[in-house]
């Protein structure tokens, strides 16, 4: 038997010796507690004033059994009437597991993954010391800060992104940080790091002057003049005040409800600054400390009430990263066409409203120039309406898109997009909302973009685009308001690695019919809002690999699916303000 936490290790071996790969979960809540309290109380059996404290303690270690057992051995030796002595342990995870002997192993053991890290990843990894506790980290967003920091090395034939997320899948294989969230065709969203790791790794970004945190409850941190990336938790009143932090590089904070006023707090000002994380901050208006931040690469105001963006935004000659999602933000000003190494624009936002409203993604009034940005890899959401198909016209000039999200569509101006389309050929994600629900989009001018793997299509469809069947990377279709006379499932059925459909009043007719031999690797289904839909079939054969389906607001649908006995891996069936005469015939069934 071979115990490894490096799952190409475990994958290599399985290979070479004809045997079996099984991967350990973390314990249970309930067998955690269990073992928790055998090792730290005389008669196995918490008292009732510690109970709460335990429990704190007990879920940092998140299920890990090596956890649970050394940090019950440190835990044992604490007098179970001094609730401080176990409150400070639980304040202080982080230095216990530094100065406490009976951690050592503990450390030990955790730290052989790290050490086994080439150096370019250990940076990497570090670098997730600056999201707080329990923090769900965005990939997108890790995989943007490691290039903007320099912690990606280029490799001929592919971007700095692409490389990163290699980076990110090794230490998902090592061990190292888990997936916290998947999109439905499989892609992670989120991750995040055990709470052990994380206790060791801000002890070695302290050590190494990688990272400071700042945070609630401590005291105020005594920092180096060196200081290269600050990141502030909940408050920002323990950041030292009139100190110097001319070497920094970057900037973070994280749950902080009062105005960050950088100048207040570092006077002496951080010129050299390369990352700016406002995320969710407490802002209205545009900082004005960014103005002589010229070698800022990355950028982000998402979540705040800033409104506009100012001309000076010009002198960010390095940007590459421009992250305004769900700020107010409309418009951008002429100046913003200065920044040739802008990689990532991202202008939108989403407004709550009823289920059937048809406006509910807001993007920004795009520059006429917009092909100027030769760097861009993502760009959302344009508004296409303006300017006629000027704007359009220039997409053609990006060919280093992979993300495209357009709104505000019109019909007229489908054959100039089409044009610039044909020239994207790296696409990978291509999402087009008309300007009202009644608006046709026509996109039966374009060839099939080879690596389109997302396509979201809002609006009306005369018919289903002759070459979207031919998408063989396709593995995310989402069709609404599309209107359709013709039904769809036939032209999608032979979809060959379509993994996630969603189809939001798309056909106008009143039976559904999935054929045997259809759908092979379709694995999510949503069907809503479908006004005449009167019958589902679900043949013998069809859709083999389903796991969930999903039927909403269908009025005419009286009767569950016949066939859906077919569908043998269906863990998830749910049903949404349907009509009662369905939910009662599902319960006779």
């Not at 790969?21 to 955690?32: D, L």
């Not at 296409?384 to 505000?408: C, F, S, T, Y």
């Not at 859709?543 to 909403?552: A, T």
């Amino acid at each position: 038997m071979l115990t490894t936490r490096n799952a190409e290790v475990a994958s290599i071996t399985r290979i070479l010796s004809d045997g079996k790969t099984f991967v350990i979960k973390p314990v249970t809540p309930a067998e955690s507690w269990d073992r928790f309290c055998r090792k730290v109380f005389q008669l196995n059996k918490c008292p009732p004033h510690l109970q709460d404290i335990c429990k704190d303690i007990l879920s940092r270690c998140e299920g890990l059994p090596l956890a649970i057992v050394t940090i019950g051995r440190v835990l044992a030796t604490k007098d179970e009437r001094r609730i401080d002595e176990w409150e400070m342990v639980a304040r202080s995870l982080g230095a216990e597991i530094e100065g406490n002997d009976k951690l050592k192993y503990l450390k030990k053991v955790l730290l052989l993954s790290f050490n086994d890290l080439p150096h370019f990843l250990k940076s990497c990894f570090l670098y997730l010391s600056i999201f707080p506790e329990g923090h769900l980290i965005e990939r997108m967003r890790l995989i943007r800060l490691w290039v903007a920091e320099g912690l990606v090395e280029a490799k001929e034939g592919r971007t700095l992104e692409e490389v990163a997320d290699d980076y990110l899948h090794e230490l998902l294989n090592r061990s190292l940080i888990q997936v916290a969230e998947t999109s439905s065709d499989g892609r992670i969203k989120t991750c995040r790091i055990h709470g052990f790791l994380r206790e060791i790794i801000i002890s070695k970004s302290r050590d190494q002057n990688f990272t400071t945190v700042v945070k609630e409850k401590s005291v105020p941190v005594q920092w180096s003049d060196k200081i290269r990336r600050l990141s502030m938790h909940n408050l920002v009143q323990y950041v030292q005040k009139n100190r110097c932090v001319s070497q920094l590089r970057s900037l973070f904070v994280f749950r902080v409800a009062e105005k960050p006023l950088l100048q207040k707090y570092l006077p002496g000002g951080f010129r050299l600054l390369n990352v700016l994380d406002l995320q969710n901050a407490s802002l209205n208006v545009f900082p004005v400390d960014v103005f002589n931040l010229f070698f800022l690469k990355y950028l982000s105001l998402k979540g705040t009430k800033v409104k506009t963006i100012p001309r000076f935004i010009g002198k960010l000659q390095n940007l590459e990263t421009l992250n305004l999602k769900h700020s107010l933000v409309t418009e951008l000003p002429f100046e913003i066409l200065k920044l040739k190494h802008l990689r990532h624009l991202l202008v939108y936002r989403y407004k709550s409203g009823p289920y059937m409203d048809f406006h509910t993604k807001y993007g920004f009034k795009v520059l006429a120039k917009i092909g100027a940005l030769t760097s861009l890899q993502k760009l959302c959401f344009i508004k296409a309406n303006e300017d006629g198909g000027a704007i359009l016209r220039e997409l053609g000039n990006l060919v280093q898109l992979r993300r495209l999200g357009i709104v505000q569509m019109r019909k007229e101006d489908g054959k100039v997009l089409c044009s610039s389309i044909d020239k994207l050929n790296k696409l990978c994600a291509l999402s087009i909302t008309s300007v009202e629900e009644d608006e046709i989009i026509d996109l039966q001018h374009l060839c099939s973009p080879p690596l389109l793997q997302r396509l979201y299509l809002l609006g009306r469809l005369e018919t289903i685009p002759r070459w979207i069947p031919s998408l063989h990377s396709l593995v995310r279709l989402y069709l609404k308001w599309s209107r359709l006379k013709d039904d769809p499932l036939v032209f999608l059925q032979y979809l060959p690695n379509l993994l996630h459909l969603e189809l939001s009043r798309a056909f106008e007719g009143d039976t559904l019919c999935f054929e045997a031999g259809g759908f092979k690797k379709l694995k999510h289904l949503g069907i809503a809002e479908f006004e005449g839909l009167k019958c589902i079939q679900v043949q013998l054969g069809a859709m083999p690999s389903v796991k969930k389906l999903i039927i909403k607001r269908c009025k005419l649908l009286q009767k569950v699916p016949s066939g859906i006995e077919h569908l043998s891996k269906l863990k998830v069936l749910k049903f949404v303000d349907m009509p009662e005469t369905l939910i009662k015939t599902r319960e006779r069934q």
